[in-house]
């Protein structure tokens, strides 16, 4: 997969670097679940804190939804 440049709001969680799209999916579920924001009722919903607000726009995201979110964030 070709590296591509994450936005200002998403490098803040996955770092500046380019990488590939799958690689800012796995680091932001690092950043999710070291920060313990997934739902503690509903798992597949991930809670955003101050970073993950600027990325989702929204303050709670489904998973399925999250990678979506990511792609307008990633050049």
Sequence with gaps: MK????????????????????EVVSKMWVYIKKHKLQDAVNKRNVNADAKL?????????S???MAGLIGKHLK
């Design 53 to 61: 607000k600027e990325v989702f726009g929204k303050a709670q995201v």
């Design 63 to 65: 998973m399925f939804e």
């Design 3 to 22: 590296p591509l440049t994450p936005s200002a709001a998403l490098a803040a969680v996955v770092g500046a670097a380019p990488l590939p799209r799958t």
